[in-house]
């Protein structure tokens, strides 16, 4: 079935660093890409999204481009602050059928100052 | 607008009661989904309802867990005879269509 594996945290940056969250998924076809967000304290929150290959989805500074060449959807920021400190969640949406989101296990950032 | 609402936030439960969890979706969403996170790991899909009807119940890990939407707008998950490993935040969402999926805060379930 269908299943995304993304970098294990925690990972911990100083702000204004450069930030890399790594995210692979296994699906057929063609599915639409996530990243959400869980900040302290509150619910999880679309952060950006993707729909077919070579799309970027882009928000608040951060950036992930759907390849499919290599089912890849990494989550990239070039400065980070300490109010990025949160979970990051990658996850698809499968092509056809159901709309079941599927999740990876989640990457916790804290940010320094 | 108001969004994804939850009830209880918290439910504290002795093993082998049954407890029920309810969602409010956001207002006109046709779509509803129940989620289960256990801690450190990322939402596990349950159930999806399109209006009242359960379009994909291939989550819902045994038939302990039931899920309802009967008018199409706030949805009630049951389980029955409660067990310590159901502990974990279930989680809601509502979308329109297929659109972005809007989770609510989500309810803290602890089975002693």
């Known amino acids: 079935g269908d299943s995304v594996t993304q970098m294990e945290g925690p990972v911990t940056l100083s702000e204004e660093a450069f930030l890399t969250i790594n995210c692979t998924y296994t699906a057929t076809g063609y599915p639409s890409l996530f990243w959400y967000v869980q900040y302290p304290g509150e619910g999880l929150q679309l952060l950006l999204k993707?729909?077919?290959?070579?799309d970027k989805g882009s928000n608040k500074g951060f950036e992930a481009t759907y390849r499919k060449e290599t089912t890849s959807f990494h989550l990239e920021k070039g400065s980070v602050q300490v109010s990025d400190s949160a979970v990051y969640f990658c996850?698809?949406?499968?092509?056809?059928?159901?709309?079941?989101?599927?999740f990876g296990k989640g990457t916790k950032l804290t940010v320094n100052p | 607008g108001a969004g994804v609402s939850q009830t209880p936030s918290n439910k504290v439960t002795e093993k082998g009661k049954y407890v029920e969890l309810r969602c409010d979706p956001i207002s006109g969403h046709t779509a509803l989904y129940w989620y289960r996170q256990s801690l450190g790991q990322g939402p596990e899909f349950l159930i999806y309802f399109q209006g009242t009807g359960a379009a994909d119940d291939s989550g819902l890990p045994n038939d302990r867990f039931f899920a309802v939407r009967p008018e199409g707008s706030v949805s009630t998950l049951k389980i029955q005879r409660t067990e310590r490993g159901d502990s974990a935040v279930y989680l809601c969402a509502s979308s329109f269509a297929q659109e972005t999926q809007y989770f609510g805060p989500g309810t803290r379930l602890l089975v002693l």
């Open positions: 996850a698809l949406r499968g092509q056809g059928g159901s709309e079941k989101l599927v």
């Open positions: 993707a729909t077919k290959a070579d």
